[in-house]
């Protein structure tokens, strides 16, 4: 299986802060990449430069071999990569099932004054598809339920339903198991993730600080400190780095 | 009776107004404080294609939608690149520009002299004269105008337009167009706008420049924030509140007339600050 | 030559009166980081009182004038105390501050409206002093615009650059919340500095009032121009904002030679719009004020 995702030297900084340093990342297709490290490594800028939210000082980002360094965020997602991020962005002012629907990828052909004046909820085919997502991630009966009105950790299952719902092959996940309790993670989360990986052929990219989670589903860690790849491989091995053990584990 | 009938037909043309600024302030989020702009071209472009080129009211009318919406590119395209809160004051900017082009285009527009004598509405032939026949006219276009804003509201480009208020960044990353998505905003509420000033110009057969100034376009404001961002029943309550109220003003027995300007724009102003302080979404608005 | 000359006498008194508002909203805007538009209406009242003062007390007009700075000091910061602030705590959106302080300041022109009426009024004693300097003639008002926006900028610049007062309000205009943790009392501080701009901007109201007049709505009208001098000179920038209304007080006055009077408010706005669709941030102005991602 090729590389999906690459991204080679990246340099990015903010003012006089270097926040990536010479990045190179791969992320392998149909598997779960993570990315570790302490706050301020510099994983949600990288993140930014991978979506293309920033663009690079230097360096290139490859999607499917497309250089995609300069390309606009909604293109990439058309590309098929879509990204979630660490303060949830959900609307919450629409329904979890609004959410989901706004979220799938327009027709090829479609009319688009049916865009303008056509109901959404007519679109019948859109709706099921969108209630299967919402079943895939246990979030079914509350379809109808203003996510300002959810849980927490429900809000935390929209953003990963959203993610299905564009429809991307990659996904690139910020922190989607931030302030869950372990039972959550592990019930809810883990699974669901581990099924969108083997059940639709999906692709992962994951920042995580749970490094039990990292452990349990990742194929591949890269490690960043300060802007800097600092390790990449598999993660046994690099549990029994001595070096890494002491920066991060 | 007669000056009902007057209130009622003001009302309607206003509503056109405040529900199509509702798309710009209410579903997307942008405060283009310039709706008043978009009325004026509108109104001028059917006028003079009613006056000086024969045209009948519904060409005239379909005509000057067209031109508004283009000429709502002007403010859309730059106003993209700047951030949201430079809005204001770059819509502000352009209401004054457009304003002071009325005024001052002597050739195209007779300035502060305004134009006169427009035709009255012909629609198949049926003269719309008197009042009543009028405000037939304008229930029907302000019905149409409504029935649209709420197909609008209730399809895939309306939710991608709330999310946009929402959140323009989460927006990006489901794969939608931004840009595209604020461009056509504009340019289907700039166009609605041009319907209520198609109205405006053939109702007093006269048009000028200050019915299309910055007072008008707060007052649109004013109308939309207290009837309530982002719904249609709150744009018509506000309407015709905020309508309705100077009228008042006329039976208040010992208020000199001199005075009605100062005594309307305190009230306007205080329900501004009012719903600034205590509610900003207005009385029936969805969301902040 | 002599026409150029003249002109160029006007255009400095315009900008010089320009840059004053632009100096004094520019201070209001810097600190608060937010468009808070309650000085048009504090600026309609300076005015006024100056003229009632004037007209009707038989006080020496430079007395008069200090009272009225006075009364536009309390004014301003009874505003602030009563509304602005009450407007920023609850609202997190600039918009709603904006639009709040505008009706703030509709209020208050509509009063004085209601009040006085819409005439314009001016607080003259006696004829203009008039100066000559070779051919060109400038009146004794239009000298004291000058010098005093001179003044002016070199004490605010002094004010900021130097004392303690000065740096606590530009540490707090480029990050509030840490001033906050450092111990600067940032509310105190905001409408101390807001005072002080709408000071500024009272000065021009006395200014204007004996020299043109003042009417209800001037405080709106100099309020947009203090807004096109910062937005032309670049938001976060305090010289900028001198430099901004300099250039537009010129501009309006020069475009006399080739533009027919009327066009000027079209000429400033459109240059107001061009400014902020291709260079939002102005001549001198701070780079991304406030950034998207």
Redesign the interface.
Known sequence: MGDILVGKSIDKSFGGLRALNQVDVQVEEEKVTGLIGPNGAGKTTLFNVLSGFIKPDKGQVLFKGIDISRTRPHEIVHLGMARSWQGLRLFDNLTALENIVMSMPRRKNGNPLKLILGSWRKDTEKVEKAHEILKAINMDPRAGHLVKELSYAEQKLIVIGRLLATGAEALLLDEPTSGLDEKTVNDLITPLLKNIVSQHKKTIFIVEHSIKLVFNMCDCVICLNEGNVVACGDPIELRTDKELNRAFF | MDYMLHIAIMILINIILVVSFNILLGYTGIFALCHAAFYGIGAYTATLLMKNAGFSFFSAMICAMGLTAVCSLIIAIPGLRIHWDYMVIFAFSFQMVIYHLILNWMDLTRGPQGIAGIPAATVFGFEFVTKPSFLLLCMILCFGVLYFVHRLEKSFFGLVLQGIRDDQIAVKSIGKDVTLHKIVAFAIAAGLAAVAGSLIAVYISYISPGYFDLHMSVFIVIALIFGGLGSIPGAILGTIVLTALPELLRFIPYLPSTMLGGARDLIYASILLFFMLFRPQGIMGKSD | MDLILSLLVDGICTGARYAILGMGFALIFNTQRM?DLSFGGVYTWTGFVFWLLAAFSGLPLTLAAVLSLAFCLILSYGVQKV?VS??RK???????????S???M??M??????IW??EIRVARTGDAGIFKWGSVQISDIKLYTIVSALALFLLVEFVFMRTPLGIKSRAIASNPRLSLVVGLDAEKIVILATCFGCALVGLDAVLVCADTGVY?AIGFQSM?IA?MAV?LGGIGSFEGAFLGGMIIGLVRTFAVLRF?T??Q??IS??V??FI???K?NGLLGIRDW?S??
């Not at chain 3, 609850?90 to 709040?100: A, Q, T």
């Not at chain 3, 022109?109 to 209601?114: D, H, R």
């Open positions: 468009f509304y009450q407007l609850k609202s997190s959106k600039s918009v709603s501050i904006m639009l709040g505008m009706a703030v509709m209020i022109e509509a009063v004085v409206a209601i009426g819409g209800p947009l807004f937005i027919p009327l066009w408010e079209l706005f459109a107001l719009f902020i669709a291709f939002p406030k998207e991602v």
